[in-house]
């Protein structure tokens, strides 16, 4: 009889203390455009939950990483009934419109604009598209929905219709140019079991032509070709950065892979091959003002021996002054590593300077892997740069750099973007 009434009494303790314990109010306010329905469906704390701080923080650093979410705070407070907590929104300006001006192969002017609503339906789906004058004509249309079924699994389809000058580097030629047309339908699909993992696997399908503009061609490479290809695309990416408006620390870690497959092509230089790339990027503060930020890129193709090689040496991609798709190649490792200081900060305008260094090295077409180690290879580029930056409009940073090369006929550059390099 007593055992049995010191287990009631314990029960009743039990019961009455998680009660006691439990959140029993949740609300979240600030938010204007971004629904509150759609907010409360991420969030992993519930009305309901027994209080843990650690979820609770855990929820402020998955909405911080929503494109509509400048800033969020946590308040807890003790009621009769348990606890009430409310989450504060403070909420970025997501509708962007996007201008790149830069010169085309020829050395001509060139431009892509773009429109992209970030929080499509007050939900985070990305709705937009680009056109771009780069010689010739292209254009693209997406739609993505990250959290379209559930909290953890979404849905994207996008169409482009891509068309450009491509430069192709053979040993002793020079000046071979290629009209490269590329029309591609995707759809993938989305998993993110929580907020430091996600996964996406999609189907794309294409039709890639290239013909001849300009150039003399060796013998085993025609003026025409073209393929219809069947693409596997998936991407991982491990996130465990936590962002304070212009700040960044910690690392992520961006998997991206590519099996074509189902090629029809005239020619085995449009064969089937594989091509994966991985960034991963650390970011440190540096006392109150200053940021480190890092990105180490490799990539590796199996198409080694096609001139049409995958990975572009490039101002926007990877070297900062090195020029616009100034060679190619079949593998490559990248570092960029740059310090990032606040100069000037009040209220949602900042001024940041930039020091950085640019390096990489590739594997020439039709190469091996030694050349990633070869001399000639190499690109070495430090330089300077500043930013503009708007705190409560998303991925508003208005970039200018200026990279210097460093070795035998290097080049310099001014590179001018939207959008931190990295």
Do not use: C
Not at 16 to 26: R, S
Not at 102 to 115: I, M
Not at 118 to 140: A, K
Not at 269 to 282: H, K, M, Q, S, V
């Amino acid at each position: 009889m007593r055992k049995g009434l010191i287990i009631i009494l314990f029960l009743t303790f039990s019961i009455l203390n998680a009660q006691e314990n439990t959140i029993t109010k949740l609300t979240i306010e600030g938010n204007k455009r971004t629904r509150t329905s759609f907010l409360k469906r991420l969030a992993f704390v519930k009305e309901g939950s027994v209080l843990d701080t650690v979820r609770v923080n855990s929820d402020v650093r998955r909405l911080t990483l929503l494109a509509s979410v400048a800033k969020v705070k946590s308040k807890i407070e003790k009621a009769p009934d348990g606890y009430h907590l409310t989450y504060t929104i403070e909420e970025n300006f997501a509708i962007i419109p996007g201008l790149n001006i830069f010169t085309d192969n020829n050395g001509e002017f060139a431009y892509r604009v773009s429109l992209f609503d970030f929080n499509f339906l007050g939900r985070n789906q990305i709705l937009g598209g680009f056109y771009s004058r780069d010689i010739f004509d292209s254009y693209g249309a997406f739609w993505e929905a990250p959290n379209l079924f559930s909290r953890k699994w979404g849905l994207g389809v996008n169409y482009q219709e891509n068309v450009s000058q491509e430069p192709i580097f053979l040993d002793g030629r020079e000046d071979i140019n290629y009209r490269f047309s590329s029309r591609a339908a995707q759809a993938s699909v989305m998993y993110e079991p929580n907020f430091n993992n996600r996964f996406e696997l999609g189907l794309n399908v294409s039709r890639e032509t290239y013909d001849l503009l300009e150039g003399d061609l060796p013998a085993n490479i025609p003026a025409s070709l073209g393929a219809d290809k069947i693409t596997i695309v998936g991407e991982y990416e491990f996130n465990k950065i936590h962002i304070d408006y212009q700040y960044q620390s910690g690392f992520r870690n961006l998997f991206n892979y590519r099996f074509v497959t189902g090629s029809q092509g005239q020619n085995d230089l449009l064969n089937n091959f594989f091509l994966g790339r991985n960034d991963f990027e650390y970011f440190k503060r540096v006392g109150t003002r200053g940021n480190w930020a890092n990105r180490l890129r490799l990539a590796f193709a199996t198409n080694d021996d096609t001139p049409f090689a995958p990975f572009a040496l490039d101002n926007q991609l990877n070297i900062r002054g090195v020029g616009n798709t100034i060679d190619r190649g079949t593998a490559a490792v990248v570092l960029n590593t740059e310090y990032r200081h606040t100069l000037y900060e009040k209220g949602w305008f900042v001024i940041q300077s930039n020091t950085f260094i640019d390096v990489g090295t590739w594997r020439n077409p039709g190469g091996d892997l030694g050349d990633l180690v070869s001399g000639d290879t190499v690109r070495f580029y430090p330089g300077l740069g500043i930013r503009f930056i708007h705190k409560r409009i998303f991925n508003a940073v208005f970039r200018l750099d200026y990279g210097y090369g460093v070795g035998d006929e290097a080049t310099s550059g001014i590179v001018f973007g939207i959008g931190q390099f990295f």
